[in-house]
């Protein structure tokens, strides 16, 4: 059995009067993450780390923010695509783990929700998707409420 690990992380800035997408749901919020797509950092970290981990570069190399044809679009679509290449390589997933890190809003209420949706879209059983949230303790651009951030290690393997 051929085993590997990945590694993803993602950035945003966050804006007053934005929509706020996390984990493939919609989070209630004044505001939400600025990209080109929808700006859900779990999905991006998702897709970098199972890209890594099958040696296909990265989220930006396969879906670039220059290529209109990804501006706005639900990263659960592009989550869904990486996965078919994953896949298409010979690999599958055996488990995810993401921390999030923002100050507010509180995300433990919904990580339950996220990992319903990510299970759906990763067709993998809810108990190999990871999802802890964290606060950075108001030091630097996300304690400032500027942004989030998130880390994802993914573990793909190939029988």
């Known amino acids: 059995m051929k085993i590997r690990v990945g590694q993803g992380y993602d950035v945003h800035r966050l804006e007053e009067g934005r929509p706020f997408w996390l984990g493939g749901i919609q989070i209630p919020s004044t505001f939400g993450p600025i990209g080109h797509s929808?700006?859900?950092?779990?999905?991006?970290?998702?897709?970098?780390?199972?890209l890594g981990a099958a040696n296909m570069?990265?989220?930006?190399?396969?879906?670039?923010?220059?290529?209109?044809?990804?501006?706005?679009v639900d990263s659960k679509l592009l989550?869904?695509?990486?996965?078919?290449?994953?896949?298409?390589?010979?690999?599958e997933i055996s488990n995810v783990d993401v921390t999030v890190v923002l100050q507010e809003p509180k995300l433990n209420p919904h990580i339950p929700a996220m990992k319903t949706c990510l299970a759906d879209v990763m067709a993998i059983p809810k108990d190999d998707i990871s999802i802890k949230a964290t606060t950075s303790e108001h030091i630097g651009f996300v304690g400032r409420g500027e942004g989030i951030a998130a880390h994802c290690v993914a573990l793909i393997f190939r029988s």
């Open 79 to 91: 989550l869904a695509e990486v996965l078919r290449m994953v896949r298409g390589a010979g690999y």
């Open 57 to 72: 570069r990265n989220i930006g190399y396969h879906f670039s923010d220059k290529d209109p044809r990804w501006k706005g």
């Open 38 to 50: 929808d700006a859900d950092v779990v999905c991006h970290v998702l897709c970098d780390a199972l």
